[in-house]
C-alpha cells in the first residue's frame, strides 16, 4: 500500500503516471530531507519547486530581512513583506504551497560552528548562497558528511551550476581550489543581477536536487554548467576529482571546518592583512574632513550606469574595470579616498593602487550607500 | 601564429568589454595566452581563473592547437 493520501495521489498525479517517477519515486520525494542554505534569488523559486514537489522535509537558512531591492528577484516574497524576516515569510508562503510537508527554519547564519550539525539532518544540501565564505563552508562541510551539494551561483547576466558529491566525482574545492582574492568578485549588489537569471538558475538547482532524489537522470556530477543569458546558451564543462584538493583529495589537509572569512579575506599572494584591517573613514569622519581640508580626494569606483542613479558631487569618477589602464590619471603622491557602491570594489582598488606604489588612501566605509543613509538625504540609496 | 577561439566569463568579460573573440597567437599553452590577454585587458591573476579547452577544464600548461576554443571562467558568488 501506498503511503500517499488520496489528496497527496491527487496532487501530485503529474509526477506519479511518469515511469520514472510513479508512487515509489513520490514516496521518496517525500521521504527526502533536503537543505537549503539562503532564501534569496536562487532560493526563492528553488524553494517553491522543492516545496511544490513533495519533497517532505525542507530546512532553510536565512538570517536576512525582505529588502524592497529584493523583490525584483526574490519572486517567494511580495512587496508587503518589506521589512520582515525572509525565513518567517519563506515558512507561511511554502506551507501554503503545500501543507504536506515540513519546512525546518534555521533563523541566522551557516557558520563553521553550527554547520556540521544542521546539514548531518539532512540528505542532500541545494546552496543558494551569495558569498565565497558560506559557500566553501557549505562545501567543506558536505564533504565532510558524504552529502551531495547542488551549487548554483550568479553574476550579472551569467550563472554557474554543478553538483558536489565528493562519494563519487568532483567538489567545488576541485575546481575553485580557493577563493579570489577580495573585491575581484562583486556580489548581486554592486555588480547587479538580471532578476530572471537567479529564477533559471535556481529552478535548475531545483530539478538536479529532485533527479538526485529520484535517482533517475544523468546529475551534474563533473560537470560545470555555464549558462549566459544574454545569448541564451548553455554549455558545460568537464572537469575531474583533483587528486591534490584539501578537502576531498588523497591527503587533506581541511579535515574540519576552518575560518572561512579568513579563508576568502587574505590576499594569498601577498599575505597582506584581511580586507577589514585596510584603513577605513566614515561617511561622518570624512564630510568633518573634508570642512577642514584634510579630506581625500573622492574616487568614484562605480560603473557609467550606476552614476546616473545617485553621485556624490566633486567625486572624480573612475570605474574599477578602467582602473589598471588609467591609473596615470591619479598622483601617488596625493590622499585619495576610495568610493564604491557598499565598499567591496574599493577594496579591490586598494590593493591595486598600493601594488602601484600609493600609499595615502583610505576608504569611504560602507560607500555612497552609507553617503545616502547618513550623509546626503538627496542622494538615493540602490 | 593560431587560430584560438576565446570566451570570457564574469568578471573577465567586463574587464575585456567583450564576451569572446578570436585570436591570432604564438602562445603554445593556456597559460601563455591567459598572459598575453592579462596585459591587454588587466585580467586578474591567473590563480583565481580556471581554463577550459574544447569544453574540458585542463591545466594552464595544456597546449593549444590550431582551432581550439577556450573559455576562461572566474568563480562568481551571487545568489
Given at each position: 500500500?501506498?503511503?500517499?493520501?488520496?489528496?497527496?495521489?491527487?496532487?501530485?498525479?503529474?509526477?506519479?503516471?511518469?515511469?520514472?517517477?510513479?508512487?515509489?519515486?513520490?514516496?521518496?520525494?517525500?521521504?527526502?530531507?533536503?537543505?537549503?542554505?539562503?532564501?534569496?534569488?536562487?532560493?526563492?523559486?528553488?524553494?517553491?519547486?522543492?516545496?511544490?514537489?513533495?519533497?517532505?522535509?525542507?530546512?532553510?537558512?536565512?538570517?536576512?530581512?525582505?529588502?524592497?531591492?529584493?523583490?525584483?528577484?526574490?519572486?517567494?516574497?511580495?512587496?508587503?513583506?518589506?521589512?520582515?524576516?525572509?525565513?518567517?515569510?519563506?515558512?507561511?508562503?511554502?506551507?501554503?504551497?503545500?501543507?504536506?510537508?515540513?519546512?525546518?527554519?534555521?533563523?541566522?547564519?551557516?557558520?563553521?560552528?553550527?554547520?556540521?550539525?544542521?546539514?548531518?539532518?539532512?540528505?542532500?544540501?541545494?546552496?543558494?548562497?551569495?558569498?565565497?565564505?558560506?559557500?566553501?563552508?557549505?562545501?567543506?562541510?558536505?564533504?565532510?558528511?558524504?552529502?551531495?551539494?547542488?551549487?548554483?551561483?550568479?553574476?550579472?547576466?551569467?550563472?554557474?551550476?554543478?553538483?558536489?558529491?565528493?562519494?563519487?566525482?568532483?567538489?567545488?574545492?576541485?575546481?575553485?581550489?580557493?577563493?579570489?582574492?577580495?573585491?575581484?568578485?562583486?556580489?548581486?549588489?554592486?555588480?547587479?543581477?538580471?532578476?530572471?537569471?537567479?529564477?533559471?538558475?535556481?529552478?535548475?538547482?531545483?530539478?538536479?536536487?529532485?533527479?538526485?532524489?529520484?535517482?533517475?537522470?544523468?546529475?551534474?556530477?563533473?560537470?560545470?554548467?555555464?549558462?549566459?543569458?544574454?545569448?541564451?546558451?548553455?554549455?558545460?564543462?568537464?572537469?575531474?576529482?583533483?587528486?591534490?584538493?584539501?578537502?576531498?583529495?588523497?591527503?587533506?589537509?581541511?579535515?574540519?571546518?576552518?575560518?572561512?572569512?579568513?579563508?576568502?579575506?587574505?590576499?594569498?599572494?601577498?599575505?597582506?592583512?584581511?580586507?577589514?584591517?585596510?584603513?577605513?573613514v566614515s561617511v561622518t569622519q570624512f564630510l568633518v574632513?573634508?570642512?577642514?581640508?584634510?579630506?581625500?580626494?573622492?574616487?568614484?569606483?562605480?560603473?557609467?550606469?550606476?552614476?546616473?542613479?545617485?553621485?556624490i558631487?566633486?567625486?572624480?569618477?573612475?570605474?574599477?574595470?578602467?582602473?589598471?589602464?588609467?591609473?596615470?590619471?591619479?598622483?601617488?603622491?596625493?590622499?585619495?579616498?576610495?568610493c564604491?557602491?557598499?565598499?567591496?570594489?574599493?577594496?579591490?582598488?586598494?590593493?591595486?593602487?598600493?601594488?602601484?606604489?600609493?600609499?595615502?588612501?583610505?576608504?569611504l566605509d560602507g560607500g555612497i550607500d552609507a553617503w545616502a543613509e547618513q550623509g546626503d538625504?538627496?542622494?538615493?540609496?540602490? | 601564429?593560431?587560430?584560438?577561439?576565446?570566451?570570457?566569463?564574469?568578471?573577465?568579460?567586463?574587464?575585456?568589454?567583450?564576451?569572446?573573440?578570436?585570436?591570432?597567437?604564438?602562445?603554445?599553452?593556456?597559460?601563455?595566452?591567459?598572459?598575453?590577454?592579462?596585459?591587454?585587458?588587466?585580467?586578474?591573476?591567473?590563480?583565481?581563473?580556471?581554463?577550459?579547452?574544447?569544453?574540458?577544464?585542463?591545466?594552464?600548461?595544456?597546449?593549444?592547437?590550431?582551432?581550439?576554443?577556450?573559455?576562461?571562467?572566474?568563480?562568481?558568488?551571487?545568489?
Open positions: 500500500m501506498s503511503t500517499l493520501s488520496r489528496d497527496e495521489i491527487l496532487r501530485y498525479s503529474r509526477h506519479l503516471v511518469m515511469p520514472e517517477i510513479t508512487l515509489a519515486g513520490q514516496e521518496r520525494l517525500k521521504a527526502a530531507r533536503v537543505l537549503c542554505v539562503g532564501a534569496g534569488g536562487l532560493g526563492s523559486p528553488l524553494l517553491l519547486y522543492l516545496a511544490a514537489a513533495g519533497v517532505g522535509t525542507i530546512g532553510v537558512v536565512e538570517y536576512d530581512k525582505v529588502d524592497l531591492s529584493n523583490i525584483q528577484r526574490q519572486i517567494l516574497y511580495a512587496t508587503s513583506d518589506v521589512g520582515r524576516p525572509k525565513i518567517e515569510v519563506a515558512g507561511s508562503r511554502l506551507g501554503a504551497l503545500n501543507p504536506g510537508i515540513r519546512i525546518v527554519p534555521h533563523a541566522g547564519k551557516l557558520t563553521a560552528a553550527n554547520a556540521a550539525g544542521i546539514i548531518r539532518d539532512y540528505d542532500i544540501v541545494a546552496d543558494a548562497s551569495d558569498n565565497f565564505p558560506t559557500r566553501y563552508l557549505v562545501n567543506d562541510v558536505c564533504v565532510l558528511t558524504g552529502t551531495p551539494d547542488v551549487y548554483a551561483s550568479v553574476f550579472r547576466f551569467e550563472g554557474q551550476l554543478s553538483v558536489f558529491d565528493a562519494r563519487r566525482g568532483p567538489c567545488y574545492r576541485c575546481l575553485f581550489p580557493e577563493p579570489p582574492p577580495p573585491g575581484l568578485v562583486p556580489a548581486c549588489a554592486d555588480g547587479g543581477v538580471l532578476g530572471v537569471l537567479p529564477g533559471i538558475l535556481g529552478t535548475l538547482q531545483a530539478l538536479e536536487v529532485i533527479k538526485l532524489i529520484l535517482g533517475i537522470g544523468e546529475p551534474l556530477v563533473g560537470r560545470l554548467l555555464l549558462v549566459e543569458a544574454l545569448a541564451t546558451s548553455f554549455r558545460d564543462i568537464r572537469f575531474g576529482k583533483s587528486a591534490g584538493c584539501a578537502v576531498c583529495g588523497a591527503t587533506p589537509t581541511v579535515t574540519a571546518p576552518v575560518d572561512y572569512e579568513a579563508f576568502c579575506g587574505i590576499d594569498t599572494a601577498t599575505g597582506r592583512s584581511a580586507a577589514h584591517d585596510l584603513p577605513r574632513r573634508q570642512r577642514a581640508g584634510e579630506a581625500g580626494e573622492l574616487v568614484d569606483l562605480r560603473d557609467t550606469p550606476e552614476l546616473a542613479i545617485a553621485a558631487p566633486g567625486a572624480r569618477s573612475l570605474p574599477l574595470a578602467d582602473l589598471p589602464a588609467r591609473l596615470h590619471e591619479l598622483d601617488s603622491a596625493r590622499h585619495y579616498t576610495l564604491c557602491h557598499r565598499g567591496e570594489r574599493s577594496v579591490e582598488a586598494f590593493y591595486l593602487l598600493w601594488k602601484a606604489g600609493f600609499r595615502r588612501l583610505d576608504i538625504g538627496r542622494v538615493a540609496r540602490y | 601564429m593560431a587560430k584560438i577561439r576565446v570566451q570570457y566569463f564574469a568578471i573577465l568579460r567586463e574587464r575585456a568589454g567583450r564576451a569572446g573573440e578570436e585570436i591570432d597567437t604564438v602562445a603554445a599553452t593556456a597559460g601563455a595566452l591567459y598572459a598575453e590577454l592579462e596585459g591587454r585587458y588587466s585580467f586578474p591573476a591567473l590563480r583565481s581563473v580556471k581554463v577550459a579547452i574544447n569544453d574540458e577544464f585542463c591545466p594552464w600548461d595544456a597546449p593549444l592547437s590550431p582551432g581550439d576554443s577556450v573559455v576562461f571562467i572566474p568563480p562568481v558568488a551571487g545568489g
